[in-house]
């Protein structure tokens, strides 16, 4: 197995941050590029110990956690060097394991240098149990005041006709007509 040094992080920002990996995630490596194969083009060709066998027999929490802090060594060693800004749009049609992996690393107080955006359409999250109200339940639950949210309305006429005008390159004026047309069969509605 190759060895990490941190006399890297003088080099080059990907030495870095390869650095940065190697210190964080260290033997632990091969489970990532079993799970992110063009990682091996970072990290170097490792030795395969038995992962999967290991990740087999330790049952389905173990891995689970064990993936879970995997990921936020990953992303920290990532951060370490710059601030890493993540968006998610559609946040609304995640599933369950996804919402907790985003709960997860959202909650690392020791990766303060990750800030997360995301977008859902609220009108299609109206139940409890939606693992986005799941997860934003829990965040705001073990942290408060982490989460801020911007409800976006719909647009009125103005702001249709300002958007055409700078899409077509036109003055204001002249996109009128098309955008009382747009707002007519949209509602200002930025999805329809």
Not at 28 to 44: C, F, M, Q, V, Y
């Amino acid at each position: 197995m190759e060895k990490c040094s941190t006399d890297l992080r003088k080099q080059s920002p990907i030495l870095a941050i390869k650095s940065a990996l190697c210190s964080n995630i260290g033997s632990e490596r091969a489970l990532l590029t079993d799970i992110i194969p063009n990682l091996s083009l970072l990290l170097g060709d490792l030795q395969k110990t038995s992962t999967n066998d290991q990740s087999a027999s330790m049952g389905y929490e173990t891995a689970r956690n064990r993936f879970n802090f995997l990921l936020r060594q990953f992303v920290r060693s990532f951060c370490e060097e710059k601030t890493i800004v993540l968006f998610l749009d559609d946040l609304q049609w995640a599933d369950a394991a996804s919402m907790e992996l985003l709960e997860n690393l959202i909650l690392d107080r020791n990766n303060p240098g990750l800030l997360i955006i995301g977008s859902y359409r609220d009108d299609e999250v109206h139940d409890k149990n939606h693992p986005l109200t799941r997860c934003l339940h829990g965040i705001n639950a073990q942290n408060n005041g982490i989460i801020s949210s911007i409800p976006l309305q719909n647009l009125e006429l103005k702001a249709i006709n300002g958007y055409l005008a700078d899409l077509l390159n036109a003055t204001a004026d002249k996109t009128i007509g098309l955008a009382e047309i747009v707002h007519k069969k949209t509602h200002g509605n930025i999805f329809s």
